[in-house]
């Protein structure tokens, strides 16, 4: 009889696990219906390679396959195109002016730019994919130890780097459906964009202080982040979500905004404000 009970037991405490576990396609529907509930039952489970991994590739997948298509449209090229143009005309003017180069030198090289810029084609795009996959996995992987840092010391939170990599890695679905808009909306605008903030719309710069202030009014980012901060509230077993997201889209503004005065006292560092 021992053994029957101890049989009904385990059988009784794997139907439980059954219950409990929830399949990915769960947590994906839940992201975006009830991110605290489902990050809440997420934390109560082993963490998983996959529920990072798998929203992280296909952000990637969307994200080189909206630069294919935005940069072989013939239109978001040309804009694209014209806009480096202008910066490299700048560049090569204040040479002028300095007395570093001719004139004549700096019109010839412009004309040289402009033909490769034009004749590039895949030979520009196949170095830009490669970086587009390393990058976005080492970005990745360094903002999580960042996170899991803030998550664990400041705000005292009981978690792993595992978690934090969960917590940051499962709402990159908002962001992949983020970049799919971005084409849409860049095709029926005709030029390149990264973001759909006020800045976008209104065509303003990002290098001027007004359109990084603008830049920032991004409801998908927004929405990113606080999203963030009740993932990582939720795996760092905290009770207090509104905290762990003031944290995390403060910390996102903060970042943003020494990212942005780098790139403004030094120019080489122009791609931290893009």
Do not use: C
């Not at 090229?77 to 030198?105: C, D, H, L, P, W």
């Not at 990745?140 to 940051?168: E, H, N, Q, R, W």
């Not at 009014?217 to 997201?245: C, H, P, Q, R």
């Amino acid at each position: 009889m021992s053994e029957l009970n101890d049989d009904n037991l385990k059988e009784e405490e794997l139907l439980d696990e059954e219950e409990d576990e929830i399949n990915h396609s769960d947590k994906m529907v839940g992201l975006f219906s009830e991110p605290a509930n489902t990050f809440g039952k997420i934390a109560q489970l082993p963490t998983k390679v996959i529920d990072w991994l798998v929203p992280l590739t296909i952000f990637i997948v969307v994200l080189i396959l909206s630069t294919v298509i935005m940069q072989t449209n013939p239109q978001i090229k040309y804009s694209m195109m014209e806009k480096q143009m202008q910066s490299i005309e700048g560049n090569f003017n204040e040479a002028v002016n300095s007395g570093r180069m001719t004139q004549e030198q700096a019109d010839t090289q412009i004309e040289e730019i402009r033909t490769r810029m034009e004749e590039g084609g895949m030979a520009m795009l196949i170095p830009q994919i490669i970086g587009i996959l390393i990058f976005t996995f080492i970005v990745f992987f360094v903002i999580s130890g960042v996170y899991f840092l803030i998550a664990k010391f400041v705000l005292k939170g009981d978690g792993t780097y595992s978690s934090a990599m969960v917590a940051y890695g499962l709402p990159f679905y908002i962001a992949s459906i983020q970049v799919i808009l971005q084409v849409i909306v860049a095709m029926l605008m005709g030029k390149m964009i990264t973001d759909l903030s006020l800045t976008t719309f209104l065509d303003l710069d990002k290098k001027e202080f007004v359109g990084f202030l603008l830049s920032k009014l991004d409801l998908f980012s927004i929405w990113f982040y606080v999203v963030v901060g009740i993932a990582f509230a939720k795996m760092f077993k905290s009770e207090n979500t509104k905290k762990y997201v003031i944290t995390f889209v403060v910390v996102w503004l903060g970042f943003s905004f020494l990212f942005y005065f780098l790139a403004s006292a030094f120019p080489f560092l122009g791609f931290l404000n893009q």
